[in-house]
């Protein structure tokens, strides 16, 4: 069993809020975990840029551009991970975990204008 940790302070300047959860977990080699990251903006929005990195070699593992409410585009990750968008939400899953999947993971957003 082996941990995959998640940076939790990631707070914008009042017009964008994210947090992620859980703040750890631990994984057993094969199962799937997920991480969740929640966006908050403070006024209407068209578009954000979501980014999964992990702290290792701070490789974007995941990178998609989102909108209110229009699901992910298909495939914007590797084959053994997966996102989806549930506004406010988006959720990051590892299929069947690897030791070498260890790690923190951040979700970093962009409001872009």
Same mark, same amino acid.
């Given at each position: 069993m082996w941990g995959l940790g998640v940076l939790i302070p990631?707070?914008?300047a009042g017009a964008l809020q994210?947090?992620?959860d859980?703040?750890?977990a631990q994984v057993t080699a094969g199962d799937e975990v997920a991480l969740g990251c929640? =966006?908050?903006v403070?006024?209407?929005w068209d578009l954000l840029r979501l980014e999964w990195v992990r702290d290792t070699g701070h490789r974007v593992l995941c990178a998609t551009r989102l909108r209110?409410?229009?699901p992910v585009p298909s495939s914007p990750c590797?084959?053994?991970l997966r996102l989806a968008w549930d506004p406010p939400r988006a959720t990051?899953? =590892?299929l069947q975990a690897r030791g070498d999947d260890a790690g923190r993971y951040l979700c970093r957003v962009t409001l872009e204008i």
């Open positions: 990631l707070l914008g994210v947090s992620q859980p703040a750890e929640r =966006v908050l403070a006024k209407p209110p409410a229009t590797s084959p053994r990051l899953s =590892v």
